[in-house]
């Protein structure tokens, strides 16, 4: 038996940090302590629905659930069952997306014990047979955590897909030297999109991102600035829609009148959505990734440039085993940098107020560490806070030096003060 601090959801926006016994592990199970869970809008959704979320068990007045992930950790225990592919000591990264025999049960969502807002959780038999638990390899913990969204953006762009009236074909992923807009796309998805289709093997000739907020457009030009993509071979351009008198023609200039061969609407708003069926170029492809809290969510196409020009729409939602696979090895070998996305750090005792106000709090990705407790707080105030406090004041000058973005150095400043044995 071993005592676990988590935090539960009990109902609709109700979460409770509390402390309480894990079960002793079975022989199919594994302990993990975790270390890293960064917080999804996808928790805060399931915390607005409590038991109408539909993976969330009608049962959680009596039998709380573990929210949270997006976790990263160190294994633990391992039950006799897989003691030959793990170890304890290993650090883990894990993908939630399991649809386990049609269930759509999933940790952070619908387990008692399985979840990454915790110090402790027990992974249960079927995230192993699932391949799902994965040996993770890289430096930092907080870039295992940030693989599950990661691995969300590359399902995306392996998802897409073209046509071929020759032979009927369909090629898979976003087109190469092509044109791809990510609407929407200053926010912390947006911006892992942009770092990884810089590098994506089929490497399109431009990446236009859109928003109508000039102080996110000018954070993203500084983490991804226009010249670093230049470098990769890729023409990036930011563009605030809001000052445009005609968007769509704007836009479609920007390509010569062409359009976009891949539309990528990272908002869940009926215009930008609308906006982006009209930007399509012959054979475009439209991925409408962001995720709606209605159900009844809708927009119009234009099913005559469907038919004629062959545009086509399409959605995807998480990634598999081999997107988070590529995403932590990408991370690892700082391909990608995964750090873009994140805008806030905090403590185990964040998490539940932040969750249940992320569409309040402005910025990025918000990244909690489990351990301990700490207030959540932005990176751009860690330098006036550190004209008082000397932990600020280290990890201020750190990020300083990173284009103001989190990184392995900082994460174990935050270890070393807080004694965090990982």
């Known amino acids: 038996m071993m005592k676990t601090k988590a935090v539960r959801m009990y109902g609709t926006m109700d979460l409770r940090l509390e402390e309480f016994e894990l079960p002793a592990i079975k022989d199919d199970e594994i302990l993990v302590k975790v270390i890293s869970d960064s917080i999804c809008m996808s928790t805060y959704k399931l915390a607005e629905q409590g038991k109408k979320h539909k993976r969330a068990p009608q049962n959680i007045d009596t039998n709380p659930v573990i929210v949270g992930h997006e976790f990263a950790g160190v294994i633990v225990e391992v039950g006799d069952k897989w003691k030959d592919q793990f170890k304890p000591g290993m650090k ?4 939630p997306a399991l649809n386990y025999k049609g269930s759509l049960a999933s940790p952070g969502y619908s387990y008692e014990y399985f979840g990454g807002a915790c110090t402790y959780c ?30 969300c953006i590359i399902g995306g762009y392996r998802g897409n897909y073209h046509t071929n009236k020759r032979d009927h074909s369909h090629a898979i992923g976003t087109k190469a030297d092509g044109d791809i807009i990510i609407l929407g ?39 991804i600035p226009e010249s670093f993509a230049a470098e990769k071979g890729v023409e990036l351009l930011y563009v605030n829609t809001a000052k445009m008198a005609d968007p769509v023609q704007e836009l479609k200039d920007i390509t010569g009148g062409k359009g976009y061969d891949d539309v990528f609407v990272y908002i869940p708003n009926r215009a930008v959505a609308e906006l982006g069926d009209k930007l399509l170029a012959f054979d475009g492809c439209l991925n409408f990734f962001a995720g709606p809290t209605d159900n009844l969510f809708k ?26 696979i590529e995403a932590n090895d990408l991370a690892a070998r700082g391909i990608i940098e995964p750090a873009v996305m994140v805008t806030h750090i905090g403590g185990i ?59 392995s150095e900082a994460e174990k400043i935050l270890f070393d003060h807080f004694d965090v044995e990982a």
């Open 92 to 95: 883990f990264a894990q993908q």
């Open 299 to 324: 927009g119009e196409i234009n099913l005559y440039n469907c038919h004629y020009t062959s545009t086509h729409i399409m959605g995807t939602t998480g990634g598999n085993n081999d997107d988070l």
């Open 349 to 407: 005792d964040s998490i539940a107020e932040a969750t249940m106000n992320l569409p309040k709090i402005p910025g990025g990705k918000k990244l909690t560490y489990t351990q301990f407790d700490m207030p959540l707080t932005a990176i751009e105030d860690f330098g006036k806070l550190g004209e008082t406090d000397p932990l600020f004041k280290k990890l201020d000058e750190v990020c300083r030096k990173n284009r103001g973005l989190w990184s």
């Open 122 to 151: 027990i992974i249960p038999h079927e995230v192993m047979e699932l391949g799902a638990l994965m040996e993770y390899k890289g430096e930092s913990f907080f870039e295992a955590s940030l693989g599950e969204p990661m691995s």
């Open 185 to 223: 796309g200053c926010g912390p998805m947006g911006l892992g999109a942009v770092s990884y289709g810089i590098q994506f093997e089929n490497k399109p000739k431009r990446i236009v991102v859109t928003d109508i907020d000039d102080a996110k457009i000018e954070r993203a030009r500084e983490v």
